[in-house]
């Protein structure tokens, strides 16, 4: 029996299911106490382990977030059963554990301690999303955001409770100003377009890239659209700008305006930080743009377009895709 968790140990999964007392199987696993959840775990896996093209949309882990889908690779995906219980946290303040799984069971080098301790999980905020299913078609699915927690290291068992919701309470107290970035506005939702499952499998193919070859490929795409000057900048976490660029003739009433890209390789959504961030390392007189291949925030396009600000110009996963399609740029994948 395990007495305390410790961020980056490996358990295994009788140790998980019989000291937290949750079931011993499921990505979502829960500890009841009169039908209240007094615990919960959510069991996910290394996108290493898997292949980016096989699965472009696999949960993932990026910074401090996870992205987690809701269960189901065929068919239309609906809020009920264990997906719902988890944004019961919100009111409860309970304790969600994150484990990730870093080898396939049946590697044996590996012993039986496949699943490594992520931290506490608070749940941000879910979202429908379209993605292409096992068969290739389009559905609508669940995404989950949970904000990973690592830093009280060793967490007791016995206390886990009392340290989730003090963990909770303090970053709700930080996040005050930023409620508006758990609406998440889907383009694909209003778009009418008859051609979804193409724009789908380009954004399928985006989401497979490394994040820094998204960058050159943004650059590439804009050479392609007809900008001049378009160079890619020195690969960093800072949150700055990635590609610069020149407006070319085709938009002659601006032409040689210097424009600044931030490209985002995400899945999980671009929130008012990034677009605030961008503006900031925007140089005199340039546009700014955030181009992801996910979606935003209904504050990141209010602080986009917010009065007496620079303007930014944001480009959703779905828009982004349809360019590609629109202007016939061919993916070199």
């Not at 930080?273 to 925030?297: C, D, I, M, N």
Request: charged letters at 25%.
């Amino acid at each position: 029996m395990i007495e305390a968790l410790e961020v980056g140990r490996l358990y295994s999964n009788e140790e998980i299911f019989k000291s937290l007392k949750v079931g011993n199987a499921g990505g979502i696993r829960l500890s009841l106490l009169d039908k209240a959840i007094s615990r919960a775990v959510v069991m996910t896996s290394g996108q290493s382990l898997h292949a980016a093209g096989e699965n472009p949309y696999h949960d993932r882990l990026e910074g401090d977030i996870l992205i987690y889908t809701a269960a189901g690779k065929l068919g239309q995906q609906t809020l009920a059963g264990m997906n719902s219980r988890l944004i019961e946290q919100k009111t409860f303040d309970f304790p969600i554990h994150g484990f990730s799984l870093i080898a396939s069971r049946r590697d044996k080098s590996v012993g039986p301690k496949h699943w490594k301790y992520l931290g506490l999980l608070e749940y941000l905020r879910r979202y429908p999303d379209t993605q292409l299913d096992a068969e290739g078609k389009v559905r609508r699915v669940w995404l989950f955001e949970f904000k990973i927690h690592h830093e009280q290291g060793a967490l007791p068992l016995a206390q886990d409770s009392a340290i989730a919701s003090q963990v909770l309470i303090a970053s709700r107290q930080r996040m005050l100003n930023t409620s508006d970035d758990d609406e998440i506005v889907d383009q694909s939702v209003r778009a009418k377009t008859e051609n979804v499952e193409q724009i789908e499998y380009v954004r399928g193919k985006l989401l497979a890239m490394e994040p820094r070859n998204f960058e050159f490929f943004i650059k590439d795409l804009l050479v392609h659209c007809g900008f001049s000057d378009v160079c890619v900048t020195r690969f960093s976490a800072d949150g700055g700008v990635d590609v610069n660029a020149r407006t070319g003739g085709r938009i002659w009433i601006f032409e040689n305006t210097l424009v600044q890209v931030q490209a985002k390789r995400w899945l999980h959504s671009v929130g008012r930080k990034e677009v605030a961030e961008l503006r900031g390392s925007l140089q005199p007189f340039a546009r700014g743009a955030v181009v992801t291949t996910s979606h935003f925030s209904k504050a990141a396009i209010n602080e986009a377009s917010e009065d007496g600000k620079n303007p930014i110009g944001l480009v959703d996963g779905f828009r982004l895709s349809k360019v590609v399609l629109d202007e016939e740029f061919h993916l070199a994948l």
